[in-house]
């Protein structure tokens, strides 16, 4: 569509790449690492996932505005991508329930955007290349300066992101008289995965991501849960000390996506970071206990090491991607602790893995 807004914007990727577009959003520089998300809907949860944060998301759906914003269709309290690439970004909105556009919501939150880009190209040759850093201007349009400026952009490998999105007091969620309580730790949670926990009867506290085990145990907790999150787990020594304390514990414990690679890492398993990660609401994952295979939503730029995990005697694998063969679930055989890499809250997206929420609730009760 023709924007009121006709200012240039420019995209410089790592790798030299320039492209040009349109300036959508706020006016301004951003950088980060891009990344692309093949889901064709739910594109205002996507950018309010904190396990975005620092990354620059490339939508490869063609219109990504088209049914405005809503106050309660977030994640949590505020956009987290840095940047937003589109091919056609939509001031207009078809929906009724829409409480702005998506250029108001954007110009609000910050967030600089560029449309008008051949989106299905450059996922094409980030798919090739892989993950690298960018930068997108739509204020300062000379490519030399933007290069020099994109060098000060620290690699998503061995960057600690998670205590930076992290809520910074403790909260509770749920019933407070149930009898199933749950400590979360929390390194970047989607609201989404605690009314999944609520929903089923449960009563949690929210703790910020470098709580001591010490603190978690006050609360008398039925088991725990280690969330999602971004950046490179390998550096959060932390968080790892505290996963291991909680296994130790023998208590209950259930790890997604980023919580799943500190389950890992808790049982010396490394981790290490993806060609170009795996993001929407469309990957097929097996589950090998059952046979049975499930549509996921998944976004994550790092997985656990495959090998280490076959010479584990204390691990076995539950899931594995059906794309790549890559591992999408782990369990500890001698412990009452499973994680998954996806997302069975699945917000956006298909609910098939949303019995890991059920399975949970039955290993506590």
Do not use: W
Request: proline share 4%; aromatic share 8%; charged share 20%.
């Amino acid at each position: 569509m023709e924007h009121q807004n006709k200012k240039n914007a420019v995209l410089v990727l790592e790798d030299g790449t320039v492209i040009n577009g349109n300036a959508f959003g706020k006016i301004g520089i951003a950088t980060g690492e891009i990344c692309f998300n093949t889901g064709m809907t739910g594109y205002q949860e996507v950018f309010t996932d904190p396990s975005y944060y620092g990354q620059v998301l490339i939508m490869n759906s063609v219109h990504v505005g088209n049914y405005g914003i809503r106050a309660e269709d977030v994640e949590s309290s505020s956009v987290k991508v840095k940047a937003i690439i589109g091919r056609n970004l939509e001031e207009k909105y078809s929906r009724f329930l829409a409480d702005d556009s998506l250029q108001q919501y954007l110009e609000i939150q910050n967030i600089v955007a560029i449309d008008q880009v051949d989106t299905r190209a450059l996922v094409a040759h980030i798919r090739t290349k892989g993950a690298m850093n960018c930068i997108i201007s739509s204020e300062e349009l000379n490519i030399e300066k933007l290069k020099e400026e994109l060098k000060k952009v620290p690699s998503m490998n061995g960057l600690e992101l998670a205590s930076m999105v992290s809520t910074s007091k403790p909260y509770t969620i749920g019933n407070e008289s149930s009898n199933l309580r749950i400590a979360v730790l929390d390194f970047g949670v989607k609201k989404n995965i605690l009314t999944c926990l609520a929903e089923r009867g449960a009563y949690l506290k929210v703790f910020n991501a470098k709580t001591s085990f010490e603190e978690l145990q006050k609360f008398n907790p039925s088991g725990y849960f280690i969330s999602n999150g971004p950046g490179d787990p390998a550096p959060m020594t932390y968080a790892i000390k505290t996963v291991k304390q909680i296994i130790d514990s023998d208590k209950p414990l259930f790890g997604i996506c980023l919580g799943h690679q500190l389950m890992a890492l808790a049982n010396d398993i490394p981790t290490f970071k993806m060609h170009h990660g795996h993001r929407g609401l469309n990957h097929p994952v097996k589950n090998i206990i059952t046979g049975k295979s499930e549509i996921t939503t998944q976004n994550h730029g790092f997985g656990v090491d495959p090998d280490a995990v076959k010479n584990n005697n204390n691990i076995e694998v539950t899931h594995i991607n059906l794309n790549d063969n890559s591992i999408e679930g782990i369990r500890m055989k001698n412990k009452k602790a499973f994680s998954v890499q996806y997302h069975p809250e699945a917000t956006p997206g298909p609910h098939d893995s949303r019995y890991l929420f059920d399975e949970f609730i039955s290993m506590m009760n």
